[in-house]
């Protein structure tokens, strides 16, 4: 059974970085997509960023362009969000799911199969 941990939030000013792990395993990734998502209190789940497992191809919201960065590690079977330049309005829990629903979808949370916990990011001085 597919499994993903998320790992590597926490607290951090304005300005600063931050790099999310996402921890899969009990499948063969190399027929998914993987994404990051987040909710904020009182908010819908809305889509941050995608990976194309077999081939790497990435897909961001317009507001993290240039900001953050979605990556894979293939051997261990970790995706990574890495940010920078976090803003108070980037505070929430960011989770990341994995869909079979094909690469179009990506951004279609109720597409996803799988689904991390969850690990909270808040941006504040």
């Known amino acids: 059974q597919v499994q993903l941990v998320e790992s590597g939030g926490g607290l951090v000013q304005p300005g600063g970085s931050l790099r999310l792990s996402c921890a899969a395993s009990g499948g063969n990734f190399t027929t998914y997509s993987m994404g990051w998502f987040r909710q904020a209190p009182g908010k819908e789940r809305e889509f941050v960023a995608a990976?194309?497992?077999?081939?790497?191809?990435?897909h961001y919201r317009d507001s993290v362009k240039g900001r953050f960065t979605v990556s894979r590690d293939d051997a261990k079977s970790i995706m990574y969000l890495q940010m920078h330049l976090l803003k108070p309005e980037d505070t929430a829990v960011y989770l990341c799911g994995a869909t079979r629903s094909g690469w179009g979808a990506v951004m279609a949370w109720y597409l996803y199969n799988y689904w991390g916990q969850g690990t909270q990011v808040t941006v504040s001085s």
């Open positions: 990976i194309k497992w077999s081939d790497g191809s990435t």
